[in-house]
């Protein structure tokens, strides 16, 4: 009984320290790594969206959307995949802004291999809480594009150099980076490789791929929050139907095209009313056109040139300068339409690909189509009683000066008036309608072979 006693006690004790081991290893209660540990078996969900082509305000949107649905969802961060020429600088400041107002972690990843951070991508990566690129990537030349010349276009200049330098000194300064290349990005139109970027204090890191960046960043502490990323699903959130379309708007070439469509389609209905859908499309081309016009820095003279060129093809249609007004009216479109986008930022000129053929299509519009539908508004009518005007009746009752008698056409009898005697069988021409009178005339000689020739 004693030794029976003895074994049970002495297995009790050691199955006791062994339990003790085991939960000293798992980091439970005892050891510090227990949050840690019971985190790390915790399933991480990592949202990502990516951002490519002209940093617009659909950009901004689409940005602001896809990091307040992952703050949302309790994500351990939010990835913005980046490659970009630039863009405008007001979406880059909202952009900037709601990164550097946000304590969820942010990282923005310049990829895919060839990718670019240029201008307006900039300023967006150095503001993210961790900045990455992929292998043979480039970010910089930040210096923003104006053209024009004059005095007062080197004032506005050095404002907008200014304020650049400023603004990215001070989102440099915000995330600890390398505030001295920051403002030559801007000032000189510096430019610099992944490698090189990371090197003197640009970017945090280089990842291969996504995966890769989730294994780099796990472990990182960002505004006092561990990340936990390492084997963490990953969420992609699509760009909506109305951010791409909208996006889609302010391509120049597309302005360009709305413009063109609601130019043909307005004239075309004015000209040859009735049509309808002319007229509808050139509403809706012109709607969607002043949406592009209140996103983007359009330039002013640019439409008034379009203007001007309009007026010029119009004119043509009552004034034959044989073809003078014509070519006028394209030099004006031309050069309308190519200060009308003067002032986009980089990467986002028109190109003369579309430029030209646009041109010498309006050209060819209004020398051929508008010019004969304008001048058919001022051609005699030719349906309706109004149509019959100059047309050949046979007189069926005589006619007297004051006195009316009855004529035959298009298969009706009128009653009918002449200052000049008409006998029954006589061909007379008709000269004007009085209510349900009609007033002839005698035919002449060429009237009259006309009717007989019937």
């Known amino acids: 009984m004693n030794k029976t006693f003895l074994l049970s006690l002495i297995l009790l004790l050691t199955g006791s320290v062994l339990v003790l081991q085991e939960q000293e290893g798992n980091g439970l209660p005892g050891g510090d790594t227990t949050a840690v540990s019971e985190r790390e078996r915790t399933p991480s969900t990592v949202s ?14 689409y940005i602001e959307r896809g990091l307040r649905k992952s703050i949302e969802r309790g994500d351990e961060a ?10 405008l600088l007001d979406s880059t400041q909202d952009i900037v802004q709601t990164l550097l107002g946000t304590e969820h972690p942010t990282i923005v990843y310049v990829s895919p291999r060839g990718a670019n951070a240029g201008s307006a ?15 043979a990537t480039n970010i910089g030349a930040a210096s ?20 650049s330098e400023s603004f990215i000194e001070s989102i440099a300064e915000q995330r600890g980076r390398n505030v001295e290349w920051a403002k030559s990005a801007v000032t000189d139109g510096a430019s610099i490789t992944a490698t090189e970027a990371l090197e003197i204090n640009v970017i945090d890191l280089i990842a291969d791929d996504i995966q890769d960046l989730l294994e780099k960043i796990h472990g990182m502490e960002v505004e006092g929050k561990i990340l936990n990323t390492r084997d963490a699903d990953t969420d992609r959130i699509p760009q909506t139907f109305a951010e791409i379309f909208f996006g889609f708007l302010i391509r120049p070439e597309v302005m360009l095209i709305l413009t063109l469509i609601a130019i043909y389609g307005i004239i075309g209905e004015v000209t040859n009313p009735g049509g309808i859908i002319p007229g509808v499309s050139g509403v809706i081309a ?8 209140a996103a983007m820095p359009i330039n002013l003279a640019g439409f008034l040139l379009i203007g001007l060129a309009i007026i010029l093809f119009v004119a043509e249609a009552f004034t034959p300068a044989f073809g003078l007004l014509i070519t006028s009216g394209a030099v004006a479109f031309f ?10 930022p980089e990467g986002m000129e028109i190109s003369m690909y579309w430029l030209i053929p646009a041109t010498l299509l309006t050209a060819a519009f209004f020398a051929w189509i508008v010019t004969y539908g304008i001048k058919s508004l001022f051609n005699p009518p030719r349906t309706g009683l109004e149509a019959t005007v100059g047309k050949t009746a046979v007189v069926t009752d005589p006619i007297l000066p004051g006195q009316s008698g009855r004529v035959f056409f298009d298969g009706e009898y009128w009653t009918a008036e002449s200052d000049q005697p008409l006998n029954e069988g006589d061909i007379a021409e008709i000269l004007q309608f009085k209510g349900l009178r009609v007033v002839v005339l005698p035919a002449s000689a060429a009237a009259k072979k006309i009717h007989e020739d019937r």
């Not at 993210?128 to 992929?134: C, E, K, S, T």
């Not at 012109?286 to 949406?291: C, F, H, R, S, V």
């Not at 050069?335 to 986009?344: P, V």
């Open 48 to 61: 990502i969206i990516r951002v490519e082509g002209i940093i617009g305000p659909t950009s901004s949107q």
């Open 78 to 87: 939010f990835i913005i995949e980046l490659d970009t020429p630039g863009g």
């Open 121 to 135: 991508g900039t300023f967006i990566t150095l503001a993210a809480h961790i900045a990455a690129m992929a292998p």
């Open 144 to 163: 923003p594009v104006t053209m024009g010349g004059g005095e007062m276009d080197t004032v506005a200049q050095k404002k907008i150099f200014n304020f």
């Open 286 to 293: 012109l709607i969607l056109l002043l949406y592009g016009v």
């Open 335 to 344: 050069l309308g339409a190519l200060m009308l986008f003067q002032d986009l």
